[in-house]
């Protein structure tokens, strides 16, 4: 691999990255700058930086100099500050064309920002078929700060940004965040946890209230004890002591 593009909230930051993806240092390079972003409120009208790296080797091998950002054509500019390189999802009657990730990740990257949160921000998958939508990943130095407890935080995050993707694309869309695949090991401890009270109910005879969860981790929950023929699940309570019980079958 002789040359990388890669976007971040700033040409510094897409620059490191993509240095650190070629393993090489600033002097072994040539760096071109393909977009330096603009700033937004939230996203709206907001582009991320983007450069592309190239190796020195491969620049002198191809010695047919690239053009300055200021004079290419049209269509390469527009499609230089694209986000990212996904497939076009159409968009909602009325709206703009583009992509879903793409300003997913905008809008994310220019709430970060202005929040002062030092991370990077990147698309697992343009279109997971289970979410309806993306999955962005966030990583950093900062981004334990964004999870919050039992994950408020990310889930609040996650409600903004799904906001303004659903205004371009309808409410069919949604965009999940995760941060440092706190998702992932979150699911797994509550399949887990499950599982064990789910015995513990089978021991004793008894019904199980867990403690307070929010309706994506309650989910997890019924969906891990769904396919057993010795518990139920139910939801109780209210707003945000709404809770889930194991419950013994007879």
Do not use: W
């Not at 230089?80 to 300003?103: C, F, K, M, Q, R």
């Not at 309806?132 to 996650?158: A, C, H, K």
């Not at 518990?231 to 109780?236: G, L």
Request: aromatic share 2%; with cysteine; hydrophobic share 40%.
């Amino acid at each position: 691999m002789d040359s990388v593009e890669r976007t971040a909230r700033t040409v510094e930051e897409a620059e490191e990255l993509a240095l650190k993806e070629l393993g090489v240092d600033r002097n072994e390079v040539e760096v071109e700058i393909l977009s330096r972003g603009k700033a937004g409120f939230l996203g709206i009208g907001a582009e991320v930086a983007r450069v592309r790296v190239t190796m020195l080797g491969a620049v002198s091998a191809n010695p047919a100099p690239s053009a300055p950002a200021s004079e290419a054509p049209a269509e390469e500019s527009e499609e230089a500050e694209s986000v990212i390189d996904s497939p076009v999802v159409p968009a909602a009657a009325g709206s703009g064309e583009g992509t879903v990730a793409g300003l997913a990740i905008v809008a994310l990257n220019n709430i970060l920002s202005t929040s002062g949160v030092n991370v990077s921000c990147t698309v697992r998958t343009a279109d997971d078929p289970e979410v309806g939508g993306p999955v962005i990943d966030i990583s950093g130095e900062d981004s334990g700060l964004l999870i919050g407890r039992r994950g408020q935080t990310l889930q609040s995050l996650q409600f903004i940004v799904n906001l303004i993707v659903r205004r371009e694309f309808g409410e069919s869309v949604r965009v999940v965040l995760d941060v440092e695949s706190y998702r992932q090991r979150r699911e797994a401890s509550l399949r887990d946890m499950a599982t064990k009270v789910a015995e513990r109910v089978l021991q004793t005879g008894r019904s199980i209230t867990l403690e307070p969860m929010s309706a994506a981790d309650r989910r997890i929950v019924h969906i891990s004890l769904a396919d057993r023929e010795d518990v139920s699940t139910e939801s109780v309570g209210l707003g945000e002591e709404r809770k889930v019980t194991i419950i013994p079958k007879r």
